[in-house]
């Protein structure tokens, strides 16, 4: 079973579309997060949700908004898509109060065209 | 705001040989995070180190937290193939939120 799991793992889209990513966690997590890394492999926090409550919004663009349904849900929707925002984007769950650090999903690499 | 630095940035070695990666922080550490990424996939938890002057090991793989907290080092002993990919040190930033900030990271090449 994948502990943190996001959905696609690959999307090419075109230039002002817009798109969304899912991430689910099945760890019983409270936290979740999502990340952008760059390709100088830069991770830089986005967002992050506390039992479906926005707790940290990073400067980040408007078009980019989360979405948390349930705790073990973070969605990220993008709207009209720039070449800028060609990364890897990584969901990731923590369990607040522990030292074990957070369980991230394996990645979804966006490549705006 | 607080950063950490990374250094080497890239790392090659021979198989069986040593290295040490440091991650340099602005400000004190209250919790370091050492992270494995290999090429497609996410960030796999290596440890944890919370108070000064500990020292953690995982396998071949050993990381220190210095004394005053603003530094840490990740050796890794017999170096092997399997180890190649790219570490980074993550900081719990405080206030309660979770939040951790990320070196650059270090992409290591072990050669067989």
């Known amino acids: 079973d994948t502990a943190v799991s996001q959905t696609p793992k690959y999307l090419v889209t075109q230039m002002g579309n817009d798109k969304s990513i899912k991430c689910e966690q099945n760890?019983?997590?409270?936290?979740m997060y999502w990340y952008k890394q760059d390709s100088k492999k830069f991770l830089k926090i986005m967002f992050s949700?506390?039992?479906?409550?926005?707790?940290i919004n990073e400067t980040v663009p408007n078009r980019f908004s989360p979405k948390s349904p349930d705790k073990a849900h973070l969605n990220l929707h993008i709207n009209s898509l720039e070449l800028g925002d060609s990364a890897v984007y990584f969901c990731?769950?923590?369990?607040?109060?522990?030292?074990?650090?957070?369980?991230f999903g394996s990645g979804t690499r966006l490549t705006v065209v | 705001s607080q950063e950490l630095e990374q250094s080497p940035q890239s790392l090659i070695v021979q198989e069986g040989k040593n290295l040490t990666i440091n991650c340099t922080s602005s400000k004190t550490l209250y919790g370091l995070y050492w992270y494995k990424q290999k090429y497609g996939e996410g960030l796999i938890f290596l440890m944890m180190l919370q108070k000064g002057g500990e020292e953690k090991s995982h396998e071949k793989i050993t990381a220190k937290l210095d004394e005053k907290k603003q530094q840490s080092s990740l050796h890794i002993t017999a170096s092997q193939p399997s180890h190649a990919g790219i570490y980074l040190c993550?900081?719990?930033?405080?206030?309660?939120?979770?939040?951790?900030?990320f070196g650059q990271g270090t992409t290591l090449q072990v050669k067989p």
């Open positions: 990731a769950s923590s369990q607040q109060g522990t030292n074990y650090g957070y369980t």
């Open positions: 993550g900081a719990d930033t405080g206030g309660n939120t979770g939040k951790l900030i």
């Open positions: 760890l019983g997590h409270d936290t």
């Open positions: 949700y506390n039992n479906k409550e926005l707790i």
